[in-house]
């Protein structure tokens, strides 16, 4: 049962926004000691009225936290109060939305099971999903979205939960590690010179005052996803940046263009596979996007690939569209 104690900005909203605690058991004694009780964002539309709706679980990117979808300056509407306009205008069909916090105190948790992070898998596909089907109109049909490494998670989700998510949308999603990571790895062995090539060294100055200029974030990119990958092992050595080829073997395997062909069942059974990249992303994701498809087309994997205008920042505007289709398939 619902409960007007968990609403936010009632006001605002014609449907209903709740931030709902949720204990999770999957992320309980994590190794990096996040909480495992967090806020659940949940929108319920005006049309929950008249019987069950799918649901759209929608993953934020590195470094974010679902409450930045929750906006509602009046000069700047979030991305849910612009969804919550529109369905109750009847321009856009109406649905949940599940905004699952992921979160890490290095900046994400990529949406996988690890060994050094925690079980956020389990968490997103085991717990949340039951979770949402006992507390909201839901009609057990459900979607997956998001943006960068949301959308990478979307398609790891889609691709490795085969009958839990029905639909799977990525928004500039990472892909083809050798494209959308590997550039970096020198900014961060130079950001690390300063620490003495000690991740430890650096995690301590940057908890202090969370400083993410120069080569700060390559340096907290590319630890956070070895955190992710494989188990905080960098995947260079510290001090000539040569790659660490048993290592990079590891990352690989979550690489979507590396993987896909193991998933190849569950992906063609999705009700649409949608992505999209920015033809000026930052992280060159729009040809790693590229080589995916490629692998798609030759798995004989149906999909729709969009380039739009853009690079990787400020996307938010891309979310109602991308959406619309993938509730549209469901």
Not at 1 to 15: E, V
Not at 314 to 328: C, D, I
Request: hydrophobic fraction near 40%; glycine fraction near 12%.
């Amino acid at each position: 049962m619902s409960s007007d104690r968990w609403l936010r900005d009632p006001h605002t909203f014609q449907g209903r926004l709740e931030l709902r605690p949720f204990a999770s058991a999957a992320l309980e004694g994590n190794p990096l000691g996040d909480p495992h009780e967090r806020e659940v964002p949940v929108y319920v539309p005006p049309q929950a009225a008249d019987g069950p709706l799918p649901v759209v679980f929608l993953l934020v990117g590195f470094t974010g936290k679902p409450h930045a979808l929750l906006e509602t300056h009046p000069w700047k509407a979030g991305v849910v109060q612009g969804l919550d306009r529109a369905m109750a205008a009847g321009e856009h069909p109406p649905h949940l939305i599940v905004m699952p916090d992921a979160w890490t105190r290095l900046g994400g948790s990529q949406y996988v099971n690890g060994a050094a992070t925690g079980r956020y898998e389990d968490y997103v596909a085991d717990e949340l999903v039951q979770w949402v089907d006992e507390h909201y109109p839901s009609n057990g049909r459900r979607a997956v979205v998001g943006k960068s490494s949301g959308g990478f998670g979307a398609l790891r989700l889609a691709m490795r939960r085969p009958g839990v998510f029905h639909a799977c949308g990525s928004i500039a999603g990472d892909c083809h590690f050798e494209y959308c990571y590997a550039p970096d790895f020198l900014n961060a062995l130079r950001g690390l010179e300063q620490y003495g090539g000690d991740v430890a060294r650096f995690l301590e100055a940057f908890e202090d005052g969370h400083d993410l200029s120069g080569d700060a974030h390559a340096v907290l990119n590319t630890v956070a996803m070895a955190t992710c990958y494989s188990g905080g092992e960098l995947p260079f050595e510290p001090e000539t940046g040569a790659r660490r080829d048993d290592v990079w073997a590891r990352w690989l395997e979550f690489d979507p263009v590396v993987v896909c062909e193991r998933y190849a069942e569950a992906l063609r059974g999705l009700e649409l596979l949608y992505l999209e990249a920015g033809k000026s992303d930052e992280f060159h994701l729009q040809f790693g996007l590229r080589v995916l498809v490629r692998r798609l087309e030759s798995l004989g994997i149906p999909h729709e690939h969009v380039e739009f205008e853009g690079g990787h920042f400020g996307l938010n505007g891309r979310y109602p569209e991308v959406l619309r289709r993938l509730v549209e398939a469901l």
